[in-house]
């Protein structure tokens, strides 16, 4: 994959979407910057295996934390928001903005997960081996499009309710090969 220059972060951000996470280092720098510009809130809760830094450029943003002691930051320009490992956090814009996700270079294993609209509980995750060569994009795209085919994994077993479907179009994103 083709990697951004970090020297025009906001030229850069002007031609990628939401959540896109676009390396912007060298391949081999050690911890690894992500770059997207989002102004839909994210599909689901990330979830890293190892502890995330985010810092907002530009806009606002609330980043919603599961399992945590704090439920909701906001974030502001030069704002940054530590994710412990294993967190599930969610970026909703309050704007459309600018953030960098900060990651090891060996980030290990990340998923999605999504929560019941009624209850909280969890309802269902996918994971995968991070790749900081390859699209984040297309693998975000797959986990949503493989929990909103799932109508199991959208029903609550707690309290029945049912998640609705995730569209992409809105993203822009797609599940065909680019």
């Not at 809760?45 to 599961?66: F, M, N, P």
């Not at 945590?68 to 530590?82: A, E, I, K, L, Q």
């Not at 990340?110 to 297309?138: F, I, K, M």
Request: overall charge negative; charged content about 20%; hydrophobic content about 35%.
């Amino acid at each position: 994959m083709t990697r951004r220059r970090m020297l025009h972060a906001f030229k850069a951000a002007a031609e990628i979407g939401n959540y896109q996470d676009e390396a912007v280092l060298p391949a081999d720098t050690d911890p690894q910057i992500y770059l997207s510009r989002n102004w839909l809130p994210q599909p689901f809760h990330l979830i890293c295996e190892k502890d995330t830094v985010l810092s907002q450029l530009s806009g606002s943003a609330h980043v919603h934390l599961r399992d945590s002691s704090v439920n909701r930051f906001r974030m502001d320009v030069g704002d940054h928001v530590y994710v412990p490992a294993g967190t599930p956090h969610q970026i909703v814009p309050v704007e459309e903005g600018v953030t960098i996700r900060y990651q090891p270079l060996a980030a290990g294993r990340q998923g999605a997960a999504w929560y019941c609209p009624e209850c909280g509980a969890e309802l269902h995750r996918y994971e995968w081996q991070h790749d900081n060569d390859g699209s984040a994009v297309a693998l975000y795209a797959e986990a949503v499009a493989r929990f909103s085919a799932d109508l199991d994994a959208r029903t609550c077993g707690k309290c029945s309710a049912v998640h609705p479907e995730i569209s992409l179009e809105p993203y822009g994103w797609t599940t065909e090969p680019a």
